[in-house]
């Protein structure tokens, strides 16, 4: 068993910056993959960001490239989501997984409450 307990979101202006964080219960948080995901009011969730259980490897969804920066901490067992450039749509509750590499939901196992993030234009 996980449990993940997100912080950092809240509300920031067009172009800011917020740096979100997943702490993990447990001693085996570098057995899984981390994920970010996230959900806006009426939409489905979507995929954000991926990381492997080393670190090594990331994906990220096309439009956050360049932009949001996904890393972790297995001595720490915490993840997290640097986000810059931030945009009225990326307005969402943002959740963190743990489970199997890949960008499907279906792929995580545990999943945290979320975090909201807004953002004003």
């Known amino acids: 068993q996980v449990q993940l307990v997100e912080s950092g979101g809240g509300l920031v202006q067009a172009g800011g910056s917020l740096r979100l964080s997943c702490a993990a219960s447990?001693?085996?948080?570098?057995?899984?993959?981390m994920g970010w995901f996230r959900q806006a009011p009426g939409k489905e969730r979507e995929f954000v960001a991926t990381i492997t259980r080393s670190g090594g490897s990331t994906t990220y969804a096309d439009s956050m490239k360049g932009r949001f920066t996904i890393s972790r901490d297995n001595a720490k067992n915490t993840v997290f989501l640097q986000m810059d450039s931030l945009k009225p749509e990326d307005t969402a509750v943002y959740y963190c997984a743990a489970g199997r590499w890949g960008i499907g939901p279906n792929l995580y196992d545990y999943w945290g409450q979320g975090t909201q993030v807004t953002v004003s234009s």
């Open positions: 447990g001693r085996t948080f570098s057995s899984y993959a």
